[in-house]
């Protein structure tokens, strides 16, 4: 069993899927910081707060101590319930903004792809792409008659 598990790892794709594992997470990072640090606190500036994460809805009483206070995480670690619809609109900005960075990378990859396969064309396919261009540019059916 621990040569089949040694085979299944040195195996090329799971050494890349671990790779893109750790590069999406440290990427996930990235976008939570654009979002939370720039993104959410300029849109929390239009609606009039500076930190759009602090918006939420009690549900339960709070502590004496706590009384008056928007801090969302100290009031959520005192166990008070909450609906924090300002850090569900965060993490939903940032599951858009992931998913249009992937979807960006994954149309470039798509076109780089698309172009290393029409230049692995063989000569002779190029050039009767060609002369059909050339034929269809100047009216002349196939066939030569005309």
Excluded: C, H, W
């Amino acid at each position: 069993m621990l040569q089949e598990f040694k085979a299944f790892i040195n195996r090329g794709n799971v050494l890349d899927l671990a790779v893109a594992v750790i590069i999406g997470a440290a990427f996930g990072k990235i976008v939570s910081s654009l979002t939370d640090d720039l993104l959410m606190p300029a849109i929390g500036a239009v609606f009039g707060g500076l930190d759009f994460s602090s918006y939420f809805i009690a549900l339960g009483p709070i502590p004496a101590e706590l009384a008056g206070s928007t801090d969302y995480a100290a009031l959520k670690k005192a166990g008070v319930p909450l609906f924090g619809y300002g850090a569900f609109l965060t993490q939903a900005v940032n599951f858009i903004i992931l998913a249009f960075i992937i979807f960006v990378l994954v149309r470039a990859a798509n076109k780089a792809l698309k172009r290393a396969v029409d230049a692995a064309d063989p000569a002779d396919v190029v050039l009767l792409r060609e002369i059909r261009d050339l034929l269809k540019k100047e009216g002349t059916p196939p066939g030569g008659a005309g």
